[in-house]
């Protein structure tokens, strides 16, 4: 009886420690399927390629364009639809 105890209380031990670790393991932050597909993309404005992931973006219509330089950028935010491809 005291063997059948000492087996399931060493089950319990070794479930939780295994639960413990496998949650560090989900929790890990994720790389942004954006830079990982793409490593270089085109500025709308003046077609210039530049990275992925640059601090110099905007979004529209739910997408993220890059740009080279903060001058594409605003003449990008002042009107979009002149820079995107129908």
């Known amino acids: 009886m005291k063997k059948l ?3 399931i209380i060493l ?3 070794i479930t939780i420690v295994i639960k413990s670790n496998a949650n560090n ?7 942004s399927l ?19 992931g640059t ?3 905007a979004v529209y219509n739910k997408i993220t ?3 080279c330089s903060e001058s594409c950028k605003q003449k990008f935010v002042a009107e979009p639809s ?5």
């Open 25 to 31: 393991i989900i929790d890990q932050p994720k790389t």
């Open 82 to 86: 002149k820079y995107i491809k129908k």
């Open 65 to 67: 364009y890059g740009f």
């Open 34 to 52: 954006i830079d990982s597909a793409k490593k270089v993309v085109t500025d709308p404005v003046c077609k210039m390629k530049v990275k992925a």
């Open 11 to 13: 089950i319990g031990l």
């Open 55 to 57: 601090s110099k973006n």
């Open 5 to 7: 105890n000492f087996i």
